[in-house]
T-cell receptor, first 115, second 117 residues
């Protein structure tokens, strides 16, 4: 089985400042990794994913995450945040093979961007 | 990207009544659909996995007689909360996976807010 730890439940930051949302996972097998964003009273939207290949993955709105196998981490970063980035962010992990690919979600990190 | 819809988006019902929530994949055939429950400020808890034409697989601790799941077609799954109680109030989210079954093909609906009074 796999598990996900999001170390920060809430991250307040000022607009245009950089931000990092931390995610660590544990698994005995190869994994796929995901970040989802959830705006208030909405479902989850896939932000970015790591399946294979380059360990640095990027989203279209400026977020990036780097898969670090040795540290079992998949931290999410953005060099300059906007007010509109205020949302709940979930890290998720699923088996890469031999399973049903059902993701396990972290508890979520609330990103609060202040003007 | 693929679109998954849920109906209704919000529902208020009285204790003891049943409520049905629909989940539809609008532009693709979903061989597998998932139902999640989310409490305020918490993560998603997987309730059950349903495959078209077969019985749903429930996670440990989820009452299958209380949360009835039907996956009658490749584009529709329903969750019926029977004899609802206030503790069933929650945000219910469905997701659907395309025919390739790849993990990157899981698409989430917008959620349904259930309030039981």
């Amino acid at each position: 089985a796999q598990s996900v730890t999001q170390l920060d439940s809430q991250v307040p930051v000022f607009e245009e400042a950089p931000v990092e949302l931390r995610c660590n996972y544990s698994s005995s097998v190869s994994v796929y990794l995901f970040w989802y964003v959830q705006y208030p009273n909405q479902g989850l939207q896939l932000l970015l994913k790591y399946l294979s290949g380059s360990t640095l993955v990027e989203s279209i709105n400026g977020f990036e995450a780097e898969f670090n196998k040795s540290q079992t981490s998949f931290h999410l970063r953005k060099p300059s945040v906007h007010i509109s980035d205020t949302a709940e962010y979930f890290c998720a992990v699923s088996r890469a093979s031999g399973g049903s690919y059902i993701p396990t979600f972290g508890r979520g990190t609330s990103l609060i961007v202040h003007p | 990207g693929a679109v998954v819809s849920q109906h209704p988006s919000r529902v208020i019902c009285k204790s003891g009544t049943s409520v049905k929530i629909e989940c539809r994949s609008l532009d693709f055939q979903a061989t597998t659909m998932f139902w999640y429950r989310q409490f305020p400020k918490q993560s998603l808890m997987l309730m059950a996995t349903s495959n078209e034409g077969s019985k749903a697989t429930y996670e440990q601790g989820v009452e299958k007689d209380k949360f009835l799941i039907n996956h009658a077609s490749l584009t529709l799954s329903t969750l019926t909360v029977t004899s609802a109680h206030p503790e069933d109030s929650s945000f219910y989210i469905c997701s659907a996976r395309g025919p390739q079954g790849a993990p990157s093909e899981q698409y989430f609906g917008p959620g349904t807010r259930l309030t039981v009074t």
